[in-house]
């Protein structure tokens, strides 16, 4: 078998692994349901009723409509941060040594526990673009398709930012406190919350600064909702995104692994 074989046979293998393992994991499942629940249906229908449109954006958008990307958006930063943590599990249990030993290069195993995550990863975000019925939200098979791949992108990016914490990280509890202080700033600071307009102004820098900005915007964007940026730079910068994530994943894993 050539090593370009070995390296995709190892990459099915991890991602096949991880998402068995969630599916086979009730609590992780009752999180990819619960999560987006208690977000669209209790916090964002408190608020519904108090938010009647989303300042500088063209038309009327009720707070549920307007929070539906954030909450899509939330559930993957939350499922992608939390992927690295299986880096640090598998380190504890002797599962990474094993990979690590195997006939297969640093780049593979790095994609693969990318690839896995961001499997594990979209299938939550699914789940929370489910809700869409639920909270008034309608669109169609292109406009889900284009959903669906804005969220891939999104998904790629932030499991690479989980698995570059993960290896970094020696303990679970030391990746817990590192993943609140990523995921919190880069959610709150989306747009997905609140709009961006009519914010102090080195606030409303930050948020163009953040890059889930831009993967928030391109979920409204492929479901035909109001949105502040063109579609083409929405993809530039998550593009540019997930591949700078990717590659500091692969540098933190080869540093990690010595």
């Not at 499991?159 to 990280?169: I, K, N, Y």
């Not at 600064?209 to 949105?227: E, K, S």
Request: proline letters at 3%; glycine letters at 12%.
């Amino acid at each position: 078998m050539s090593p370009l074989a070995t390296d995709l046979a190892a990459i099915a293998a991890l991602t096949r692994r991880d998402l068995i393992r969630f599916f086979r994991d009730k609590s992780q499942m009752m999180g990819a349901v619960g999560r987006p629940a208690l977000w669209m249906l209790l916090f964002a229908g408190g608020l519904h009723h108090t938010f009647t449109s989303a300042s500088g954006f063209e038309g009327h958008l009720g707070y549920r409509q307007f929070a539906y990307a954030g909450a899509i958006a939330m559930t993957i930063l939350f499922g992608g941060m939390f992927q690295g943590v299986t880096i640090v599990w598998d380190r504890e249990f002797g599962m990474l040594r094993a990979v690590l030993v195997a006939p297969v290069s640093r780049a593979a195993i790095v994609i693969g526990k990318t690839v896995a995550g961001a499997s594990v990863t979209l299938v939550q975000g699914i789940v929370a673009a489910a809700f869409a019925p639920l909270i008034g939200v309608r669109f169609g098979v292109l406009e889900g398709a284009r959903l669906l791949v804005a969220m891939t992108a999104l998904a790629l990016a932030i499991t690479a930012l989980g698995v570059t914490a993960g290896s970094r990280m020696r303990t679970f509890e030391g990746f817990g406190v590192i993943s609140n202080f990523v995921v919190l700033p880069l959610y709150f600071l989306s747009g997905g919350v609140f709009p961006a307009e009519g914010l102090p102004v080195w606030m409303h820098a930050l948020v163009l600064a953040n890059p889930v900005t831009y993967g928030v915007d391109l979920m409204r964007a492929a479901i035909g909702q109001p949105h502040a940026f063109g579609a083409l730079l929405d993809v530039a910068v998550e593009g540019a995104f997930a591949l700078a994530m990717c590659g500091a994943a692969l540098t933190a894993f080869r540093r990690a692994a010595g």
